[in-house]
């Protein structure tokens, strides 16, 4: 039964037919705008949940800015308003008068919370500042994609200051590190490649962009969260200064990071089949279905124990007893929203004392004792989790090629990723990939590591590919 | 050491120097926003927490809708779009082009997301359909106040779809009831008198609207949350019907209701005093800070100790032994932000064995072995979370007046609530008492329940007052 359309025939055809029968989202009503659904909300509600606990541990507290900021605000730092210009929607009119200064929707809040950051750091004492905030941005967006370029979305992002360079940068990386990173593989099992943008690619106002670059089912590359070394750009733009222990006033160095609602369209291109989504149990809403094969009393019975001693296990449980809806049809539904385990009972399988594990990743079946469901349940969990990872990680790795020469980055990164010598490419062969819809997606060091600002030295190594 | 405005003095300038020495809030650049800052933030972001659970608790999913709403969308439903659009904001460039049509940032998501539930809402199957989304919303205000009355708020929204309208207004009523009220009380500690709003107060759009009234510290009510019956006002304007189990077609009902940032004022009128803030323990993001009373090894070693074994026990701990700050100061400061109990210990107490415990509510102080801190903590919260529900019940009754005639109302209510017969009222004394800047907060029956829409009984109860 193909309700989606084959990832081989048209990825992108598949994608939205993800969306539309896993009822993930839908389009809004204004161009570029997305309307998530509770399937879709509820993964993001788990994904920032997570994320808002690493970010606590790394010292940042959460505030909120306000989502209109004035345009002369922009304009105060040059290289940012050049950025976001093109992508701004502007407010003119309030409480039914025309204003005397247009308002913009924020497209990212670095100058609304520099303004805050300059009253609020007095003394090296305040310093760093770490604060976080979850809001909604708006880019005016062209050729939109449900999550992963809408003209609104939901993100966190995180701004600080620093007394010096080096505080500012290790805050960035460690963000970079153990909160993208680290979630990104621990939780949504996709790999990433973390590296330093060119300065083609790098956010408008920063003075190097850290990025985590994950690998889609297709070859291409998805930026999946980002963060900014801004240097001082920001902090002389709006006056971010404090007394230092020496008694002379300091400009502080900031920084600014952020992950978004772009992470769901990761998750469903990383791991998604021709089924439908493969949510890691880490995240997953749902980790396991209970799905009784008959409407029969003895059967949906023995169902609605299992679901309970799963839920008695810590194990996120939903029984699927659906009347009027066949057996074959709820299996499918669980496989279309990607739900980690299938319990499944039958009249045979309970005659044998027994219930059916269906993985959703591999497709593979094993019964198991009614007894040790719960138990034999959260270690196939942790089981799934890993062999997603894994097999991300394999088509990874088995579409990464490292090529000598521009044209064999070209090639390879039809279908992948290209490793090359920076100095074989420079900003002129880079500018020559774009023609090619392709870009480079970060730098490393010959080592795996990010260069730090400003660094073209002649080991670093980049990574080519087509992205979205 | 006045470092706020006394309340008998100037109640709108003491909320005002809360707000900014206990870091709550702070003006935003465009005229009626808000920064809310980390302390304001921890505070509504464990109210959201618990509003969340109770939403969920009570069937409903979160999903989210988008920010920008077509202009036209606002107009199909003729109350709706003149109670809203003296308060829109109207994007009208986007993307660097003026848009064909205008766009209004919503004010509320009746009309978008009324689109959606027309799409969802098949069959009578799909009933009821029970969503909330967590968002900002913008309402251009004249008179801003911070958290009270502010251009930009965050609140929740819940948006419903039934198949008869006795279950819309019984699940209205239940969110009203079991999340709004419950939450008011048993977290929040403020008591609430649950009514329906008059025809003149009523939700532009609805049929009835269920309100949460509670009374601020000056006797000045405050509307702390909202759920409204909508009849079929929406789904004839947006066209949500379903096939019914009677094979034909039917106008769904609706319900909408909300809570806001407002809750973060109400908590602060509500129980603050000449010295700042008072969190109910149930709330506060700290329960407890324990401060060493000299700068002394042992003394801070001791502190440390004390604030591990709360923290093992459950309870919302932290240490303040800041240095270069006196204990006074300290004090102070724990006492501005309405830290429910503090635990002091000095040399003198160590001595003894002792540490002490200082009550933010009534200000009392017991000494209690150390060894006994961490046991007797949690029981002096819930005495602390007790006994601020009861002063503030308290100040209510002591200020609420049964009257028998208009003139005796607006006298009552110069510094209270006045509770008189409706009939006595009506809409013209109602359209009087406005005059007066009074208003009839809810409607209740005799037996202090919420009349149903449309009920207009002789035997209704009016509740007058003042009001932010």
Redesign the interface.
């Known amino acids: 039964m193909a309700v989606l359309t084959p990832r081989a025939t048209d990825f992108p055809r598949w994608y939205q037919d993800v969306l539309a029968k896993a009822e993930l989202a839908?389009n809004?009503?204004?161009r570029g705008?997305?309307?998530?659904?509770?399937y879709?909300?509820?993964l993001?509600?788990r994904m920032q949940a997570d994320v808002d606990a690493r970010i606590k541990a790394a010292g940042a507290?959460?505030?909120?800015?306000?989502?209109?900021?004035?345009e002369s605000?922009l304009r105060r730092e040059a290289e940012h308003v050049e950025g976001f210009?093109?992508?701004?929607?502007?407010?003119?009119?309030?409480?039914?008068k025309e204003l005397e200064e247009?308002?913009v929707?924020r497209p990212t809040s670095e100058t609304?919370i520099g303004?805050?950051l300059a009253?609020w750091t007095q003394s090296y004492r305040d310093l760093p500042l770490l604060?976080n905030q979850w809001?909604?941005v708006?880019r005016?967006?062209?050729r939109p994609r449900l999550f992963l370029r809408s003209?609104?979305f939901?993100w966190q992002e995180g701004h600080t200051a620093h007394a010096d360079e080096a505080d500012a940068a290790a805050y960035a990386r460690r963000i970079a590190r153990e909160v993208y990173r680290d979630f990104l593989t621990d939780v949504l099992a996709i790999p990433v490649f973390v590296g330093a943008k060119t300065r083609r690619e790098r956010f408008a106002g920063a003075t190097n962009t850290v990025t985590c670059e994950g690998m889609m089912g297709d070859g291409k590359a998805l930026q999946m969260a980002t963060s900014h070394e801004l240097g001082q750009n920001f902090a002389r733009a709006f006056d971010i200064d404090f007394l230092g222990a020496d008694g002379a006033r300091h400009l502080a160095w900031t920084t600014s990071w952020g992950c978004s609602t772009r992470m769901v369209g990761g998750l469903i291109m990383a791991h998604g089949d021709d089924n439908g989504l493969r949510i890691p149990p880490r995240l997953a809403p749902t980790q396991v279905v209970v799905l009784p094969v008959r409407d029969d009393d003895a059967v949906v019975a023995a169902a609605r124990e299992l679901a309970t001693a799963l839920t008695a296990a810590g194990v996120r449980t939903q029984l699927d007893a659906r009347p009027g809806l066949s057996f074959g049809r709820r299996v499918t539904d669980a496989e279309i929203k990607g739900i980690p385990v299938r319990v499944e009972v039958g009249p045979r399988d309970l005659a044998a004392g027994n219930a059916t594990l269906a993985r959703r990743d591999n497709s593979t079946k094993s019964p198991v004792a009614l007894a040790e469901v719960s138990t034999r349940v959260p270690a196939l969990l942790d089981e799934v989790q890993a062999a997603l990872f894994a097999e991300a990680l394999e088509l990874r790795e088995s579409r990464t090629a490292d090529v000598g020469t521009l044209a064999d980055a070209a090639a390879a990164a039809q279908t992948g990723f290209a490793r090359i010598p920076w100095r074989l490419v420079g900003e002129e062969g880079e500018a020559r990939l774009t023609q090619d819809a392709l870009s480079i997606r970060c730098l490393q060091t010959p080592d795996g590591a990010v260069p730090a600002a400003g660094d073209q030295g002649d080991d670093l190594v980049a990574l080519v590919a087509r992205s979205y």
Chains 1, 2 share one sequence.
């Not at 705008?33 to 509770?38: K, Q």
């Not at 992508?87 to 039914?96: K, P, Q, R």
């Open positions: 839908d809004g009503p204004v705008t997305m309307v998530i659904r509770p879709g909300y509820a993001w509600e507290v959460n505030a909120y800015f306000p989502l209109f900021i004035p605000y210009s093109p992508e701004l929607a502007v407010v003119t009119i309030g409480g039914g247009p308002v929707v609304v303004e805050y009253k604060l809001a909604n708006v005016w967006e062209l003209s609104e939901l």
